[in-house]
């Protein structure tokens, strides 16, 4: 049997059970090493979903591996991410794509981002959830995986976290309960989403020092792009990737206070989310 070392594009087939209020489930092989997985979208005449069609028919997308989630997002935060990091080199969403990278493209070099693909030799079972929220127009869902056949365990690798949290008026809010003091997890970005508030600015200590000092959203819009990023209506992303390379992170290990600090104006955001970029694994 012929293999490659180097990442080719296998359909997976159409996952079976799409209706109004299902969750789709579905099978990802455990071997090879997996760069993404890709969701498309169709309508019954076979024509591709817009990303706004996309977004108002599939709700919550989960990738486990052996269990546990490793990427746990919305349709449409996918779909922000994606636009974040590819905008600014006019490569946003696709119709009829729901996208997982797993190898951020971003890095400088193909071995940057071999290195963060999911080897899967000491992985026993990957699976997808698909939340189906409607049927407007999505009538079948076909899933893709991009891989090689290389032979690694699972080591260093990104993951996406939701972390849910609400405020009820404007003014400061400290938020310092997000993920820390985990020896293998760094975060790469943090997507504040903002409903209809606005946020003045934002403010990261990482034990009692400040790596973000009341930074507004213009000045952090013009850091991020310097990094060829794209800012995105309703997020304020706090980005520590934006050097391009594996040395952009900001590793938990040894951190026991970690506090972000957004200043609300205009309207209350009630609730929102922050979802995180992560990298886990890291030795």
């Given at each position: 049997?012929?293999?490659?070392?180097?990442?080719?594009?296998?359909?997976?087939?159409?996952?079976?059970?799409?209706?109004?209020?299902?969750?789709?489930?579905?099978?990802?092989?455990?071997?090879?090493?997996?760069?993404?997985?890709?969701?498309?979208?169709?309508?019954?005449?076979?024509?591709?979903?817009?990303?706004?069609?996309?977004?108002?028919?599939?709700?919550?997308?989960?990738?486990?591996?052996?269990?546990?989630?490793?990427?746990?997002?919305?349709?449409?935060?996918?779909?922000?991410?994606?636009?974040?990091?590819?905008?600014?080199?006019?490569?946003?969403?696709?119709?009829?794509?729901?996208?997982?990278?797993?190898?951020?493209?971003?890095?400088?070099?193909?071995?940057?981002?071999?290195?963060?693909?999911?080897?899967?030799?000491?992985?026993?079972?990957?699976?997808?959830?698909?939340?189906?929220?409607?049927?407007?127009?999505?009538?079948?869902?076909?899933?893709?995986?991009?891989?090689?056949?290389?032979?690694?365990?699972?080591?260093?690798?990104?993951?996406?976290?939701?972390?849910?949290?609400?405020f009820a008026s404007t003014g400061v809010q400290e938020i310092s309960d997000l993920v820390n003091n985990v020896p293998d997890m760094a975060y790469r970005t943090l997507f504040i989403q903002k409903n209809t508030a606005d946020i003045t600015n934002v403010s990261c200590k990482v034990n009692n020092a400040l790596v973000y000092d009341q930074v507004p959203e213009a000045l952090n819009n013009v850091l991020n792009e310097d990094g060829c990023r794209k800012a995105q209506t309703g997020y304020y992303a706090i980005d520590f990737s934006r050097v391009r390379d594996l040395a952009g992170m900001l590793p938990m290990k040894g951190i026991t206070d970690f506090r972000v600090t957004p200043t609300w104006a205009t309207n209350a955001p009630a609730s929102f989310n922050i979802i995180g970029v992560i990298y886990k694994g890291l030795k």
């Open positions: 049997m012929q293999t490659f070392m180097f990442p080719t594009i296998r359909g997976l087939g159409t996952i079976p059970g799409v209706a109004a209020g299902a969750l789709l489930t579905a099978k990802i092989p455990t071997n090879g090493k997996k760069y993404g997985f890709f969701l498309l979208g169709k309508t019954a005449a076979g024509a591709v979903l817009t990303a706004a069609q996309l977004n108002a028919d599939i709700g919550d997308i989960v990738v486990r591996v052996k269990g546990e989630a490793k990427i746990e997002a919305s349709c449409t935060e996918l779909l922000m991410i994606q636009k974040y990091f590819g905008d600014a080199d006019v490569a946003g969403n696709i119709s009829g794509i729901v996208p997982i990278f797993l190898t951020p493209r971003d890095l400088s070099t193909w071995q940057e981002r071999k290195a963060l693909g999911w080897g899967t030799a000491n992985v026993d079972s990957i699976t997808i959830e698909v939340k189906v929220v409607g049927v407007a127009q999505l009538a079948s869902l076909e899933l893709f995986e991009y891989a090689s056949d290389e032979q690694e365990n699972l080591g260093t690798h990104l993951t996406i976290r939701r972390f849910p949290h609400s």
